[in-house]
């Protein structure tokens, strides 16, 4: 893995969405200023909690799914989460990139679900409330038999929401020689939906 941390689009590892981004850029298209947040991996290590959230869940996925423990263990794993830390020099990399900017939009590389920022400092806290809702009951329940999720690249984008843009997903589409769905704000792409990635 690369050094975990807080990157510019165009110096991310180009995979999925990530690279969907960066191609859109390349062509011309513009681009909401994008960071590319790769310290969920470690935040877990260090805070132990792929061990703690196991033990938590034991004994809830059986013949079947014993809901009640499951609704007690979430609400578990979601404060075990909200309780770490990220490094404290991760954090002041984060908010030293973000820093004089915002409004943001802060989601899952290639996932549609976000959260909203007015501030860096803002946007530190969305980080980690991305984290830890992916310990909700019904978040665990999407993704089982899996219980920790696939460490997934966080976009941080200056940005409000956004919404599908018709005419830039076509003219996208025809740039990129595949189908995409492009989502904008105020002329920007935030987000491009593909079948081929992201």
Do not use: C, H
């Not at 805070?47 to 004994?59: D, I, S, Y």
């Not at 830039?168 to 990635?197: C, F, K, M, T």
Request: aromatic share 12%; no cysteine; net charge negative.
């Amino acid at each position: 893995m690369a050094e975990p941390g807080v990157v510019p689009l165009e110096r991310a590892s180009a995979e999925g969405e990530v690279a969907l981004l960066q191609r859109a850029q390349a062509l011309g298209f513009p681009v909401a200023p994008t960071w590319v947040v790769s310290l969920e991996e470690e935040f877990f290590r260090l805070n132990n909690l792929e061990e703690r959230l196991e033990k938590l869940f034991q004994g809830v996925f059986g013949v079947r799914i014993d809901e009640e423990r499951l609704l007690w263990a979430a609400e578990e794993a979601v404060r075990a989460v909200k309780e770490s830390y990220l490094l404290p020099e991760r954090a002041e990399a984060f908010l030293k990139a973000l820093k004089g900017r915002g409004p943001f939009l802060l989601r899952y590389a290639g996932e549609g679900g976000f959260q909203e920022a007015g501030t860096p400092q803002e946007a530190l806290f969305a980080l980690k409330r991305l984290f830890w809702e992916r310990f909700r009951a019904e978040a665990i329940l999407e993704r089982y038999p899996s219980l920790i999720p696939p460490f997934t690249p966080v976009l941080v984008q200056e940005a409000g929401e956004a919404l599908e843009d018709p005419f830039l997903s076509l003219d996208l589409s025809r740039a990129l020689g595949q189908e995409a769905v492009v989502y904008a704000w105020q002329g920007q792409v935030v987000r491009i939906e593909s079948p081929y990635g992201g």
